[in-house]
């Protein structure tokens, strides 16, 4: 059974500081991972998808990386701002038995301190 | 371009009483989910449907049934609810194939008193 562990739980860093969040997986047959945002009381927002095949996406002051062998990822935060506060989570999607469901990690509640 | 809508936002029943949620989405994806969100134990996934016409079951079915009355619309129903049904209800849908991204609604608050 796959399990995801998000490591920290919690975060809390002054503006400006580049951070890196942290995603495990137990196994590494997998289609591909999903980092989200969720602010409270709101719904997930999907910030970057990463293919099982890529090691890395890209988008804005955001880079996720992958490294399926290992069964991690990590996202990199860059110039953190306040507005970056938030929950952040990573879902990956297995490649084994039903490929329709994800499997969530629960998450690190980023605090940007201005 | 709406995405996935959920209804209602939030509800509050009496232990026992019924209510079904209702999920829509407009980008025309093959697969759809309902998950639960509780403080600690992370998203867990209740039900999903593959394609229309198929429902299966997820993690925490239990007192749970869903329909997939179309290619749009995923429901969810309480039948006799419980106070530990209390939780945050998201509905998601994803395009069916390989490597495709889920999308998620703004989630629907239950409380069971």
């Known amino acids: 059974k796959q399990e995801v562990t998000q490591i920290p739980a919690a975060l809390s860093v002054p503006e400006g500081e580049n951070l890196v969040l942290n995603c495990s997986f137990t196994d590494s047959a997998i289609y591909n991972l999903q980092w989200f945002r969720q602010d409270p009381g709101k719904g997930l927002t999907s910030l970057l998808l990463i293919q099982s095949s890529q090691r890395e996406q890209t988008s804005g002051r955001l880079n996720a990386s992958l490294d399926k062998s290992s069964g991690r990822s990590t996202l990199y935060i860059a110039a953190s701002q306040p507005g970056d506060s938030a929950t952040y989570l990573c879902?990956?999607?297995?490649?084994?038995?039903?490929?329709?469901?994800?499997?969530f990690g629960k998450g690190t509640l980023l605090t940007v301190n201005p | 371009n709406a995405g996935v809508t959920q209804t209602p936002k939030f509800q509050v029943l009496k232990t026992g009483q019924s209510m079904t949620l209702q999920c829509a989405q407009d980008m025309n994806h093959n697969s759809m989910y309902w998950y639960r969100q509780d403080p600690g134990m992370g998203l867990r996934l209740i039900y999903y449907?593959?394609?229309?016409?198929?429902?299966d079951k997820g993690e925490v079915p239990n007192g749970y049934n869903v329909s997939r009355l179309n290619k749009r619309e995923f429901s969810l129903r309480l039948e006799s609810a419980a106070p530990s049904q209390t939780s945050v209800y998201f509905c998601?849908?994803?395009?069916?194939?390989?490597?495709?991204?889920?999308?998620f609604g703004q989630g629907t608050r239950l409380t069971v008193v």
């Open positions: 449907s593959a394609s229309e016409g198929t429902t």
């Open positions: 879902a990956v999607k297995d490649s084994g038995g039903s490929n329709y469901k994800l499997t």
């Open positions: 998601a849908s994803r395009r069916q194939g390989v490597g495709t991204e889920a999308f």
